[in-house]
């Protein structure tokens, strides 16, 4: 193989082109690009911290199809040894994996800086419409026409509003792989009621995603409502669950019993603002109106819906990892491979994401090199 063509500079299609000139410096690597720069979402990462991994590298954190490969993939990748490598030097806050920078921005500089020293090729604003294999492959962008010997599907997903809003199975429709369709995770839930007068409020406490009495998943941590219906962490972690018709249940006072809490409310109610010593004034004013124990143990809202993909952090979907063998090659097209988030793999917030998609090309260069 003499060229080899990643469509999609996101972390893993540059942190692959790396790999790939590292080992073989003689192949032409060239990354197709949509937008104008690369790494635009690894920029915004953490909060634009860039949340690199996770202490907890979990099989439980994903879900998909082929969850044994995924847990192969990920506990075969050291996120901390592979960035030293390249001379980021890492650290950890709790179990998340930080850049010592805190800075999303020192990941960028030191992948592309490396990328660029080993003579990969960036073509920027090269959407590409379709891509098809007659004994080589051809990747037809808006403008232009390539060919290579290899392809890695490296486009990730529409989610977020820094992705291009394309199908990706539309993208893929000449190549016989089999595909989940892609719905928004990790996002914001539309809800009903909405309380507006809460608008900015955080709460933190217990919440449960339950549906016909089934629970769906439950999750400690913090809540923020919305103009919409509800955000934060723990609600992004529960609509991986989503399922329409669904409710959420919140739990305001996880540290009390309904007995406990009661006592309290009662003792209380000498006072003329008697809430504004326990909940946010927002809260309190809220409480005054309505019967407070239900609203503080078990606030139930019915999910209508989850956000669109622009607002969403990952796409649940994407390509069956039956597709592919052990190494992410196409089990039908030689020297073919897909990974990240193209894949059908999600992983809960906390870097768990990043790190499949690192571990992905680790996964990939390896193979290339044998």
């Not at 010593?277 to 239900?294: C, D, N, R």
């Not at 993909?309 to 597709?323: D, K, P, R, T």
């Amino acid at each position: 193989m003499r060229k080899i063509i990643i469509v999609g500079a996101g972390a893993s299609g540059v942190y692959l082109s790396i790999l790939l000139k590292q080992s073989h410096p003689s192949l032409d690597v060239i990354v197709l690009e949509a937008n104008k720069t690369p790494l635009k979402k690894l920029l915004a990462t953490g909060n634009g911290r860039c949340n690199l991994s996770n202490k907890e590298m979990n099989i439980s954190h994903y879900e998909g199809d082929q969850l044994d490969l995924v847990k192969d993939i990920v506990e075969d990748f050291n996120m901390e040894e592979a960035m030293k490598s390249l001379g980021l030097y890492t650290k950890y806050m709790g179990n998340l994996l930080y850049p010592r920078s805190e800075q999303a921005k020192s990941v960028k500089n030191i992948l592309m800086s490396h990328a660029e020293n080993l003579g990969v090729v960036f073509l920027y604003e090269q959407k590409v419409v379709d891509i098809y294999y007659d004994g080589t492959y051809h990747i037809k962008t808006e403008t232009s026409h390539y060919h290579s010997d290899g392809v890695v599907l490296a486009m990730g997903t529409p989610a977020g509003k820094l992705s291009t809003m394309d199908d990706r199975q539309k993208i893929l429709r000449h190549l016989d792989l089999s595909m989940k369709k892609m719905t928004p995770s990790l996002t914001q839930m539309i809800t009903h009621p909405v309380y507006k007068q809460l608008k900015g409020v955080r709460v933190k406490g217990h919440f449960t995603l339950e549906k016909d009495g089934r629970i769906l998943r439950e999750e400690d941590g913090e809540l923020l409502f919305t103009q919409y219906g509800v955000s934060g962490i723990a609600v992004m972690q529960l609509s991986r669950c989503y399922e329409e018709g669904c409710r959420l249940h919140i739990d305001m006072m996880k540290e009390y019993t309904k007995e406990e809490l009661k006592d309290i409310i009662d003792s209380l109610q000498e006072l003329e603002h008697p809430y504004d010593g326990l909940v946010p004034y927002q809260i309190s004013a809220l409480l005054e109106k309505t019967k407070p124990l239900p609203f503080l143990k078990d606030l139930t809202l019915e999910v209508k819906e989850l956000r669109e993909a622009q607002y969403a952090q990952v796409m649940s979907g994407g390509i069956l990892l039956e597709n592919v063998n052990s190494s992410l090659e196409s089990k039908k097209y030689p020297h073919l491979y897909a990974m990240g988030e193209l894949l059908n793999v999600t992983g809960d917030c906390g870097g768990y994401n990043l790190h499949f998609a690192l571990a992905c090309a680790k996964r990939i260069a390896r193979d290339l090199k044998e």
